[in-house]
């Protein structure tokens, strides 16, 4: 047997078979994956140039068989084997629903999701992607949040270097027929991604067509002839997780029984059970849907997470709180601490939180759509604040109240053992504590903005008076000893 | 005639009669003021050492007489008349409500609440308390919230010179005998701020007694005495307001029907409708009691105002949104840009905000409870706004939508006409403007952290794009032309 896959990595099967007629409509290709009693049937997919092509992702060490299918002869009937042996460093698996509140990859190393969006940096051409890419190396983020359909909006106007379907904008698309380079492409750059440990929130429709291209109103025939094909050609890669849209509700055309024929149908066509969500502009997606594996939601406020927690019993990733920047719009122009902050608050309203950049630019060059490079200064504080939350044991993680009061600081950890409290925009120069009696504590000051731990010298009583800087943007670590 | 007394001053009546038995409860003791068709019964009281007096406030120019009532026969059937002229400048009568949503003087000036807060200053001693009234003189503030009853608390450890009742904390409290020395003491100040122009919001009852002297449970039949006795001697100050209570949701001993009471005894006994209000904790009183004459709240969410106006349809004042300052609890460690943020957001929402000012200090000197010297920059910024909003015709004092988008920016004006914006912590760098078409626009941009204001070259059409500081704390001032 020599071919070998890493456990979560990809194996691919290769056919050739007839270019006649409409491969994309008119065959049917698929291959049953089977190890022991484990047997999962993968979808196939057309790739142009009379190749067939079937991608699997194995979640078990050991052999695997397989053996196609079809509706054509000599696509059907082939078999054979494959090893599949252990990750390499660095390779954890998908990622999957922890804890009801919380994200693990399939190996059990915990995800804390820290994304960002960069909506079409995809449709940006080699030059500007690569150095997306390059930015994203040195930046904290571990999941991007990215557009299969170009955009059409404010600073995106131009044209993507190629689309989704035959055809063209002018002369009308062929909905039947999908375009194979494009598609190469854009997981050319999921792939990019999982080399960088980063996982694709693939948003599967948006509003921002603006009646460009059209690809908002296609109708639910093509909609979902789209997602099998889509899902076919990307859900053997380990790092994707799928958003059935931005802004849901800006999408006049469909309706919520529309997006639950959607949900489903992801959810049924990805043999993987990839992670689905759906966000919002303005009101909710009804996230008790048992098919939507985690809450995904547009908000700045980040306290509200509290509530979401209770309300839908899943994790929740606020993942536009509004964005680093200076453009004329609310969710677009708030400063580096302030986007800081939010990213404290949400983490420790025991939530995960979306990182994003609309600094005006000279070339319409905008983060939060086109990529490029970071001009904010948000991103090293999330860095930092990333390293701290990892380091906080994961008993801890979930929201306790420290010191109830008229507003209560966003804190986790667990009464009288363990507080990682957060005072945001509030200034305290001191802090009278009054934590479970007959306990000894120590303490660190974390500066969050200046990123700073400082241990306080000495253990302190449940009730102690402590100094602390009169600064913004402070946190307390509080542990017993 | 001898006696003059300018409209909206006091006329004070003061008569000689026994000084045995307890003149507070065994004699009754009035007048009845006419002018014309008017008739106003006006309550006395025992000014102590065989002095009775009434008390009047004169709101229509003219020959006023009066005749006593009284149980004894000493202190009834006197009468005689005053003339009471024109006010001086700068005495514009008592503030009233005014457009639903604001307020105005008798003489019809707007009255743009601007408040602080100095719970217990009149009981810091002379030295302290002729300190917080050259600090008020330099002040922006034109009401003052202010306990009658001395404070236990936080940073509030020391006893005041005198008390309201004989006795002692040691030995009791003779509940049916009052201190009149003590409301002399009291009304001394309240005739200072009068001076200075100052509304006395004056707090009737607050439960910062913790256990000390008791004055937050002497039961409902001592509060009404007590409350009889303070309406006499004060209710002809024409810069008075009533707070029935500070946070009334934090005093156990009160139920919800006492406070029904006590809001009735006041409308009841005070001759001059002086405004009436309760101020909470945590929950709103109902204001939608119809003796209740505005919206005296805490929150920290200033944009709420929209919906109180609605659900109340009186004017709100936020009288406390936090206080600028460095304790180690939320409501008493906001910086002086986000005290200055809260007063512009609560008043382009169509409210009023006060002031306060929490720094710690070696004396414990607060300016929040003793008063003595403002530490803080946000009074200039305060002073700053005033001004701004006094510039605004009344017409464009209630709020309206500007570019309705994903948070709206608090705008007072008009409908293409008129528009007073703020940014708050956004920062725009641009703001691409979409107004009623077909008009032309002059633009100020008001900075009103750095306070100034600069008006923009040019004029602009409703689908302008005009360039921004970029930085925090920005409004916007839009007029057509």
New interface residues.
């Given amino acids: 047997m020599n071919r070998k896959v890493e456990q979560w990595d990809m194996f691919e099967l290769s056919v050739k078979g007839p270019a006649e007629g409409n491969p994309f409509t008119d065959v049917t290709f698929s291959a049953t994956f089977k190890q022991r009693e484990r047997s999962i049937e993968v979808p196939g997919f057309y790739d142009g140039a009379g190749t067939y092509k079937v991608r699997f992702m194995p979640g078990e060490q050991g052999v695997w068989t397989y053996e196609t299918s079809g509706n054509l002869s000599e696509l059907k009937g082939l078999s054979g084997e494959f090893e599949c042996v252990a990750p390499a460093e660095g390779n954890h698996g998908p990622v999957k629903v922890s804890d009801t509140y919380h994200f693990a990859y399939a190996d059990g190393t915990p995800h804390d999701s820290v994304g960002t969006t960069c909506y079409v940096w995809t449709h940006q051409g080699d030059e500007l992607e690569e150095l997306t890419l390059r930015t994203l190396k040195k930046a904290p983020f571990n999941k991007m949040r990215m557009c299969v359909f170009p955009k059409h909006y404010l600073y995106n106007n131009n044209d993507p270097l190629s689309y989704p379907f035959e055809g063209s904008r002018e002369e009308g698309w062929n909905f039947t027929r999908f375009n194979p380079e494009f598609f190469r492409h854009f997981e050319k750059r999921v792939d990019d991604l999982r080399n960088l440990g980063i996982e694709a929130d693939i948003i599967l429709f948006h509003p921002y067509d603006n009646g460009r291209w059209g690809f908002d109103k296609m109708g639910m025939e093509v909609n979902i002839r789209y997602l099998r094909y889509l899902i076919a050609r990307l859900s053997a890669f380990r790092n994707i997780w799928w958003s059935m849209a931005n802004e849901y509700d800006l999408m006049g055309n469909m309706s919520i029984d529309d997006w639950d024929v959607i949900i489903q149908t992801v959810a049924e066509y990805d043999p993987y059970d990839h992670l689905r969500s759906i966000h919002n502009?303005?009101p909710f997606y009804d996230h008790n849907h048992s098919l939507l594996t985690h809450v995904s939601v547009?908000n700045?406020n980040l306290r509200g997470i509290l509530q979401w927690r209770e309300q839908y019993n899943k994790p929740v990733v606020v993942d536009e709180c509004a964005y680093e920047g200076?453009?004329?719009?609310?969710?677009g122009?708030?400063?580096e601490q302030?986007m800081t902050r939010r990213f404290w608050e949400g983490f420790l309203s025991g939530g995960y939180v979306g990182h994003g950049e609309t600094y005006?630019h000279p070339d319409e060059i905008l983060w939060w759509s086109k990529g490029g490079e970071l001009h904010g200064q948000s991103p090293d504080r999330i860095a930092f604040m990333k390293e701290i939350m990892e380091s906080v044991p994961r008993e801890y993680r979930e929201p306790v109240t420290f010191q109830p009061?008229?507003?209560n600081?966003p804190c986790i950890g667990k009464e009288g053992e363990y507080y990682l409290v957060y005072?945001g925009?509030?200034?305290?120069?001191?802090?009278?504590l009054e934590l479970t009696k007959d306990r000894k504590y120590k303490i660190e000051i974390i500066n969050t903005w200046e990123m700073t731990v400082t241990p306080l010298e000495g253990i302190y009583d449940a009730n102690s008076n402590v100094e602390?800087p009169?600064k913004?943007y402070i946190a307390l670590r509080i542990q017993k000893t």
């Fill in positions: 502009c303005g547009q700045s200076n453009l004329g719009y609310v969710w122009n708030v400063t302030e005006v009061h008229w507003e600081s005072f925009i509030h200034r305290p120069a001191v802090k009278y602390l009169g913004q």
